[in-house]
């Protein structure tokens, strides 16, 4: 949604959730969610997306999800933030789905289930949804290693980062660590066509800061090359702690769900770059604590080691 067409409140647009249409219930929600032209009250929000969704607006249905899973005008209640979700992700949306699967990877309202997730994951990048495709691609790649489907997990990466997921050089270096400059060339042109169509249709655009640079793909030697020196992050980016405890989580400032995720691996970078170290990433899993909802990632150093680094999401995690 660009900022030309965010709703803002209105006399007008108050009479039409009143009489029952669905998208402006679901506008004024957002009105109340997010300050546009009233004070922000998520329980006035709450009241107004319940209505939407009981009318199967699934929009709706995926931003009540995320006031139960966040607690923001109800008590926080993960498994009725699944259900939202899963009748979302049975109407086709796909942001459902990606949130479905973080809860059965992560057993946040439901018991376990990784192949559910996995195949919630697939369905949610296969309807063009950025953050999925990152997901699923990593987890392709886990589940195969030393098989040929290494090379759809590269092109999903690929694809993800293509679309602004961009802070994870390193782990789709790693993903191609062992494919020929040729089959990175045709993969990437292949991307290349794919992203041209998602942009064109006009449902997810890509980010604007993306440092992936064309050269990566030629010539010999491409797996062995060095990632340039990193530039700082914006002022602000970060806060809180070294990211080595809930206490000491480190804080990304970024409302953009979409893009946030891609700041965690943007500073496993700039924390790299001290080390003098690259990595992978062993596991990311979801987590809440007192009810704000952080990212574990399970890093793998290059000389070895392993480090578990906490980011505290709670600026973009699951926003509308």
């Given at each position: 949604?660009?900022?030309?067409?965010?709703?803002?409140?209105?006399?007008?647009?108050?009479?039409?959730?009143?009489?029952?249409?669905?998208?402006?219930?679901?506008?004024?929600?957002?009105?109340?969610?997010?300050?546009?032209?009233?004070?922000?009250?998520?329980?006035?929000?709450?009241?107004?997306?319940?209505?939407?969704?009981?009318?199967?607006?699934?929009?709706?249905?995926?931003?009540?999800?995320?006031?139960?899973?966040?607690?923001?005008?109800?008590?926080?209640?993960?498994?009725?933030?699944?259900?939202?979700?899963?009748?979302?992700?049975?109407?086709?949306?796909?942001?459902?789905?990606?949130?479905?699967?973080?809860?059965?990877?992560?057993?946040?309202?439901?018991?376990?289930?990784?192949?559910?997730?996995?195949?919630?994951?697939?369905?949610?990048?296969?309807?063009?949804?950025?953050?999925?495709?990152?997901?699923?691609?990593?987890?392709?790649?886990?589940?195969?290693?030393?098989?040929?489907?290494?090379?759809?997990?590269?092109?999903?990466?690929?694809?993800?980062?293509?679309?602004?997921?961009?802070?994870?050089?390193?782990?789709?270096?790693?993903?191609?660590?062992?494919?020929?400059?040729?089959?990175?060339?045709?993969?990437?042109?292949?991307?290349?066509?794919?992203?041209?169509?998602?942009?064109?249709?006009?449902?997810?655009?890509?980010?604007?800061?993306?440092?992936?640079?064309?050269?990566?793909?030629?010539?010999?030697?491409?797996?062995?090359?060095?990632?340039?020196?990193?530039?700082?992050?914006?002022?602000?980016?970060?806060?809180?702690?070294?990211?080595?405890?809930?206490?000491?989580?480190?804080?990304?400032?970024?409302?953009?769900?979409?893009?946030?995720?891609?700041?965690?691996?943007?500073?496993?970078?700039?924390?790299?770059?001290?080390?003098?170290?690259?990595?992978?990433?062993?596991?990311?899993r979801l987590a809440y604590k007192c009810g704000v909802p952080y990212d574990i990632l399970e890093v793998i150093w290059s000389d070895g080691s392993q480090e578990k680094v906490y980011f505290d999401i709670s600026a973009f995690y699951g926003k509308e």
């Amino acid at each position: 949604m660009s900022s030309d067409n965010l709703p803002t409140f209105s006399k007008k647009l108050h009479e039409a959730a009143l009489a029952g249409d669905a998208d402006a219930q679901v506008d004024l929600a957002l009105c109340y969610s997010q300050g546009w032209g009233v004070e922000i009250d998520h329980a006035k929000a709450v009241q107004w997306y319940t209505l939407a969704a009981d009318q199967g607006h699934e929009a709706a249905l995926h931003s009540l999800g995320i006031k139960y899973m966040h607690g923001e005008g109800v008590k926080r209640d993960p498994v009725k933030a699944v259900e939202c979700w899963q009748r979302a992700a049975d109407l086709g949306f796909a942001m459902s789905m990606f949130l479905l699967a973080n809860c059965y990877q992560n057993g946040d309202g439901v018991p376990e289930d990784s192949e559910l997730s996995y195949s919630l994951y697939e369905r949610a990048a296969k309807l063009d949804y950025p953050p999925a495709m990152l997901d699923y691609g990593m987890l392709t790649f886990f589940r195969n290693l030393g098989t040929p489907l290494v090379e759809e997990a590269y092109r999903w990466l690929l694809l993800a980062y293509e679309m602004g997921i961009s802070g994870y050089q390193n782990p789709l270096l790693e993903v191609g660590r062992d494919l020929s400059p040729e089959t990175k060339k045709r993969i990437r042109a292949e991307v290349l066509a794919e992203r041209d169509r998602i942009i064109a249709e006009g449902i997810y655009l890509p980010g604007d800061y993306s440092s992936y640079e064309d050269e990566e793909f030629e010539g010999e030697g491409d797996d062995d090359k060095e990632a340039g020196e990193i530039p700082p992050p914006p002022e602000g980016l970060f806060t809180g702690g070294d990211g080595s405890s809930f206490e000491q989580a480190v804080k990304i400032n970024e409302s953009r769900s979409g893009f946030g995720a891609s700041y965690e691996y943007y500073w496993l970078n700039l924390l790299g770059q001290k080390k003098g170290l690259g990595w992978t990433l062993g596991r990311q899993r979801l987590a809440y604590k007192c009810g704000v909802p952080y990212d574990i990632l399970e890093v793998i150093w290059s000389d070895g080691s392993q480090e578990k680094v906490y980011f505290d999401i709670s600026a973009f995690y699951g926003k509308e």
